[in-house]
């Protein structure tokens, strides 16, 4: 009994089989979908931050050229809101507040871009002229955009009724002995940083395209990270109908980072619209609507405090975080403090923590999941606060370190927070990063760079993120009349190349060519549950059941094939589409075995592995800059990773997607971020003024793998999908500190180190 080993299986670099298609123009995403009669819809959003507000006639504005519907408030009151999902523990117990996100505003708006009718018509233009013909008479009040001050006595408030704009108070750890960590201490090192509010700006942004069948429902295509989360949410929640009444399609996504597992207002009202009128109903962002109204991330205000003893270890450690909600309380938001706050001693021994949290409201956009959904701003406050200690004791960064990682012979690792690591060599990686970006010689580089009249710095991240939550991926195979193999999993690409990974697994165990399987995501007719994309899951978890389906599916076919060829199970090879008798040219292929079964079920296989625990990628992430001191301008001239990844399942899509981490953290680090004035405007609602990275602005990025198997995940595989984003803020900053303190003794840099920013910075310290 074998199988061929094919050319493309587990670990080998098989290109994308997507690329080809989206190269040509060939993809199809959910603005491409065209439906007969389909009509267009435009959404009324608020151009005030916070007030109450009246709507006129809309007799002009439904009698202009081409409009079918204007729906306002009081025609969905029968619909439910966008419902939040997920709430935070309190230290009493109580469950706190939420304010679900109404699919139009009724009498009050509390962020610009707060929605408040919604459109339709035969065309866009003609959907966009009839709403400046809506009169809305709006009463302003003060708005509060400042999260520094959310909280202060005579603070303009979100919600009145809610007496506060605190939404909830969550703790973690041991306040009574961290106390006693503290007073015991040699030294205490404290930063106080922010993490800034950013947006996802993925390349597509969100449609969709609505339908209804008086005896089917609804069906939607829309760009989403999972049909059947979208599906439940829209289904239960808004219409409160049943699933079999919602069908969700998703065809190519332009990336999600987490955005788009949501379901928006915009989906439910085109829903509505559609069944009310019979006919198809589009809707389609433009760029300043995902500004202003996509779901934002990040926002946070951190003080953190480390104890140590006198031979610098770490005995304490003390946080207090103001997390920003926004308006509203999104899907997940209220819980994504939280997630990442259970990553907060990151890779070292810390057994005392007191750990804080208060989430707070203000009259912007609501704020959620973003690509590593907390744990890259729970990586980079221990990462900053480490380097803030080696600064203050006089140690090298990498020792101090090295005197604090959890060493093997301490895992299974359980931490204050709960979280319980199975394995991790960070002194390994770290090491081997240090070798490989050329740690020992960077005084030379240093001093060259200063021959240039230039700053230059190092600095290292050694992180530990979570992801590959517990639970499972149903993967569901069928072999087709043709030969070829179809895959049926819940998960959704975003970009990161399911197919082709999925395929790697199939091929491995079936000896099938890649172009021979098909996979088949995004549609909840075909397949009744699926867990989505997010949280690095898909490979760890949707990859072991595909697996395991492979290997039923391959031993129906050898039992298909033994009977047609009248031999033993264990006597045929699977291999190039062929099941063959060992050592003979006696062979049937998959189609001819497929036309021939008398049973549909031999010729599928299904498996849904359960996990009960998440996987703990973890790496090193070493960063070089370059600052010039005349402009402040930052350039990362060199940066190097050695990730522990598990299980390597292709090492070229693997590289891409730590790259496009990576790039996405040297934007936050250096450019990006979401900025409201006083009175609410965005104004950074454009790429003119919101700065995300350009190719010029991205080093070579060398990267490497040192691999220690999870033992969590069946196959050993942690996940990669947010690492890249996790290890380059706190890398990149502390190197920017480095490259400061020496000559300026400047310590703290705020994100994002823009060269306003740094020209500032340096110029107040030489005196100017």
């Known amino acids: 009994m074998t199988i061929a080993t094919p050319k493309f299986g587990v670990g080998a670099s098989a290109l994308r089989k997507e690329d080809d298609a989206l190269i040509k123009g060939e993809g199809r995403y959910t603005d491409d979908v065209k439906r007969e009669g389909a009509l267009h819809s435009y959404v009324l959003r608020s151009p005030q931050a916070a007030g109450t507000f009246k709507i006129g006639s809309l007799d002009e504005a439904k009698a202009a050229p081409g409009v079918k519907l204007i729906l306002i408030a009081k025609d969905i009151a029968h619909l439910g809101p966008i419902k939040c999902m997920a709430k935070a523990k309190q230290p009493s117990g109580e469950e706190h507040p939420v304010r679900d996100i109404p699919l139009l505003a009724a009498d009050r708006v509390s962020y610009v871009g707060d929605a408040i009718a919604f459109i339709v018509a035969d065309s866009i233009d003609q959907a966009q002229d009839a709403a400046e013909l809506i009169e809305v008479d709006y009463d302003a009040e003060d708005a509060q955009t400042d999260l520094a001050t959310a909280l ?286 050329g740690w020992a010689d960077f005084e030379a580089r240093r001093a060259e760079a200063a021959s240039r009249g230039k700053l230059r710095g190092i600095g290292m991240a050694t992180y530990i993120e979570a992801c590959a939550f517990a639970g499972s991926e149903p993967a569901h195979l069928e072999l087709n009349g043709d030969g070829t193999i179809t895959l049926f999993i819940g998960t959704q690409t975003n970009g990161q190349g399911h197919a082709t990974a999925y395929s790697q697994f199939i091929a491995e165990k079936i000896g099938i060519d890649f172009d021979k399987i098909i996979v088949r995501q995004g549609d909840t007719k075909e397949l009744d549950r699926g867990g989505g994309t997010g949280g690095s899951r898909s490979i760890p978890l949707g990859g072991v059941s595909v697996s395991n389906a492979s290997e039923i599916l391959a031993e129906k076919i050898r039992k298909l094939a033994g009977k047609e060829l009248e031999a033993g199970p264990e006597d045929i090879e699977l291999v190039d589409g062929q099941a063959r008798i060992v050592g003979t040219d006696r062979a049937v292929n998959y189609g001819d075995l497929a036309k021939g079964a008398t049973d549909p079920e031999d010729l599928k296989a299904m498996s849904d592995i359960k996990q009960d625990e998440a996987t703990y990628p973890n790496g090193t992430h070493i960063a070089e800059v370059e600052i010039d001191p005349e402009t402040g301008h930052v350039d990362v001239v060199a940066y190097t990773i050695v990730d522990d990844f598990g299980v390597t399942v292709n090492p070229i899509l693997l590289m891409g997607q730590v790259h496009g981490g990576v790039v996405q953290g040297i934007g936050q680090a250096l450019g990006e971020q979401a900025v409201y004035s006083d009175d609410g405007q965005l104004i950074t609602a ?83």
Request: one cysteine or more; proline letters at 5%.
């Open 152 to 437: 202060d006595e005579g603070a303009p408030l979100v919600w009145p009724e809610l007496g506060s704009n605190q939404l909830y108070l969550h703790e973690n750890g041991n306040r009574e002995a961290t106390a006693k960590a503290f007073d015991a201490a040699t030294h205490v090192t404290t930063i106080q940083f922010v993490n800034n509010r950013l947006v996802s700006n993925y390349l597509e942004p969100r449609a969709c395209v609505a339908e209804w069948d008086d005896e089917a429902g609804f069906t939607i295509v829309v760009g989403s990270q999972g049909v059947h989360s979208m599906r439940r949410a829209l289904a239960q929640h808004v219409f409160k109908m049943d699933l079999d009444k919602v069908r969700v399609i998703s065809h190519d996504v332009g990336g999600g980072f987490g955005t788009k597992m949501f379901a928006y207002r915009e989906y439910p009202l085109a829903m509505e619209a559609a069944r009310l009128l019979k006919h198809p109903v589009k809707w389609t962002s433009d760029r300043t609507e995902h500004f202003l109204t996509d779901a934002h991330g990040r926002d946070n205000l951190v003080t953190a405090s480390m104890a140590m003893d006198a031979d610098g270890r770490f005995t304490g450690l003390r946080i207090e975080t103001i997390a920003n909600m926004g308006a509203y309380c999104h899907t997940f938001g209220p819980n994504i403090p939280v997630i990442g706050s259970t990553m907060s001693t990151g890779v070292y021994d810390i057994q005392n923590l007191d750990l804080t949290i208060k989430a707070v409201m203000t009259h912007t956009a609501p704020v959620d999941a973003y690509r590593g959904a907390g744990r890259p701003e729970a990586a980079y406050l221990i990462e900053r606060l480490v380097d803030a200690c080696a600064r203050e004791t006089g140690r090298k960064p990498e020792e101090l370190r090295r005197i604090n990682f959890i060493r093997p012979e301490q895992f299974p690792y359980k931490t204050p927070t709960g979280r319980q690591y199975d394995v991790g060599e960070f002194d390994g990686h770290m090491t081997q990063a240090m070798d490989r970006a």
């Open 686 to 768: 454009s790429f003119m003024d919101y700065a995300v990275p350009r190719a010029d602005n991205v080093p070579f990025i060398q990267f490497e793998t040192r691999n220690v198997p999870s033992t969590t995940n069946a196959l050993g595989i942690k996940g990669a999908g947010e690492a890249g984003t996790i290890g380059a803020c706190p890398s990149i900053m502390n190197a920017l500190v480095d490259a400061l303190d020496g000559p300026l003794g400047i310590r703290h840099v705020e994100m994002p180190a823009t060269p306003d920013r740094m020209w500032a910075l340096i110029q107040d310290a030489k005196g100017h």
